[in-house]
């Protein structure tokens, strides 16, 4: 098979991608781009490291800072902070990966029924109108759900 | 004893015809009422065909007139809808089950604790077919029991078991 190009949302849900991440992390936590690259059979990191910089908006990875031989954070010349390739899940990120409703959470749900779930559907709407993470990843989540692209 | 033998002549004594005579005309009796009975056949025949035709006239003006109807209600006129593929059949919970029990063992076994559809068909051949491992494989994925870790050279994709999926059933996962 070929090596791909880049990487859509349904080839991989986000949670399968940071679980990916997790797999390839070395034993402090983060995780090479390329390496996930590899995992993933693209050509390149760089689709890799643009569904991670994606991922980095909302607040689910981060890119580890460069350091220098002391210790010390490094920055460019304009005074942004460098970055090594490397990156972790962060809380939310790891919330996300192995996050688990509760049992009785579950049963609640379970007791909607399908006259219900349209209302319920409103309420996730007005829920996730804010525009923060949580929307985003709801609506990406929908999507793979879905198979749309 | 001059005329002895006149008695013994071919006529008949009551119509003074021969026997021969007798036997023609019966004959031509029979021929013409054979006659009559055809033309009688052919006569229904006849008819029974312009009663089919006048039959499939009135089919043909009945089916117009739905349409005229179905159009006066709004209705979209039926046609045939597109063929329905074997490919739409859902597999089912029992199928799905089986397979994810299989599945839980090929990575019980696994080194690396993934899999790929193969090992899975390998396990449960035979009995259960390509398709249906393909598709349950699918199921559980969208239950989010298995997540997709890569690909195989060859085109196969490379699977593993979410977090905290084993020895979760298949229908608490649909939940």
Request: charged letters at 30%.
């Amino acid at each position: 098979m070929p090596q791909r190009e880049r990487l859509t949302l349904l080839d991989y849900s986000d949670r399968e991608f940071l679980l990916l991440l997790e797999d390839v992390a070395e034993a402090d936590g983060w995780a090479d781009s390329e390496e996930l690259a590899v995992r993933l059979d693209l050509k390149t990191r760089r689709s890799a490291s643009q569904r991670l910089s994606w991922l980095a908006r909302w607040g689910v990875v981060e890119k580890e800072h460069a350091r220098d031989h002391t210790g010390n954070l490094r920055y460019h010349r304009d005074g942004k902070p460098m970055h090594t390739q490397r990156w972790r899940l962060t809380d939310a990120g790891r919330a996300l990966a192995y996050g688990e409703i509760k049992a009785r959470q579950r049963q609640a749900l379970d007791r909607f029924g399908d006259e219900q779930l349209l209302e319920l559907t409103r309420w996730l709407t007005g829920r996730t109108r804010d525009g923060g993470m949580a929307t985003k990843l709801a609506l990406r989540e929908w999507k793979h759900g879905h198979g749309i692209r | 004893m001059g005329d002895g033998g006149r008695g013994m002549s071919d006529s008949n004594g009551a119509s003074g015809r021969t026997p021969a005579e007798l036997a023609t005309r019966t004959h031509d009796a029979i021929e013409r009422m054979a006659a009559e009975l055809r033309e009688l056949i052919a006569a229904e025949q006849a008819g029974r065909a312009e009663y089919e035709r006048l039959v499939e006239e009135s089919r043909t003006r009945e089916r117009q007139l739905q349409k005229v109807l179905a159009g006066l209600e709004g209705q979209a006129p039926t046609k045939p809808g597109p063929k329905r593929s074997t490919k739409d059949w859902r597999v089912s919970d029992e199928r799905v089950t089986a397979v994810w029990e299989a599945v839980q063992q090929v990575v019980a076994k696994s080194e690396d604790g993934t899999f790929i559809s193969q090992h899975v068909f390998d396990v449960m051949y035979p009995g259960v077919s390509r398709e249906t491992i393909t598709k349950s494989v699918n199921v559980l994925r969208e239950r989010e029991l298995i997540r997709r870790v890569g690909t195989v050279r060859g085109g196969g994709i490379r699977w593993a078991l979410m977090p905290g999926a084993e020895g979760q059933s298949v229908t608490d996962a649909a939940a």
